[in-house]
């Protein structure tokens, strides 16, 4: 069975994706970490690598950049492949000087300002929270790893170049650690089809400080994030 967006065939995605936006962050940690390999999915090049952690199956798959992205790649990962849980290992940019450029975040949850959720909940506002029980996961994972990580609330942006930098001072004040574009995207589809998901985030720029890693490291050296992942897999 392919979708508009899927060429794999059934049986071809393990139950575990993790989702980096980039597609060719997807290629990289398949080749890295994985064992077995093959690429099962190429259309739009958005490259999908099934391969096997530890002898246990895991698929590797861009997500895209934004809310409409992932969503449109979770909901037919899990309506048409009966993936079970999705990770996001992703960027982010950091809010507080507490959060450094290369610190892990988990998101325990995701506001936003898009209004994707709204239109699930007809209207209403809705939490966008992570599985506790991955949440718990990463966490021991992490400790087992001893890679520090922060775990929190992030951002989900619409706007990548946000024309309200007053917004960030509002954000850091009730606690938000980071800025990203997916998570509550994917956090609104994983409660509507009952999966598990969670966000593990790399800061790769900071955004009171102006720091930031180039592409090429974004796409080759958030390896503690994906180890964490990795380490979830069951």
Known sequence: MTTPHIAANPGDIAATVLMPGDPLRA???????????????EVRNMYAFTGSYHGKPVTVMGSGMGVPSMSIYATELVKFYDVKRIV??????ALPHAVKVRDVVIAMGASTDSAVNRNRLQGMDFAALASFKLIEKAVAAARQKNIPVQVGNVFTSDLFYNPNPSLFDTLEKY?????????????????????????????????????????????????DMVEIALGMVD
């Not at 996001?88 to 940019?93: E, N």
């Open 27 to 41: 290629k990289h940690i398949a080749d890295t970490f994985l064992q077995d390999v093959r690429c099962v999915n």
């Open 88 to 93: 996001r290992i992703g960027s982010c940019g």
């Open 175 to 223: 606690g938000v650690l980071a800025v990203e574009m997916e998570a509550a995207g994917l956090y609104g589809v994983a409660a509507e089809y009952g999966i598990e998901a969670l966000s593990i985030l790399t800061v790769s720029d900071h955004i009171r400080t102006g720091e930031s890693l180039s592409a090429e490291l974004r796409q080759t050296s958030f390896n």
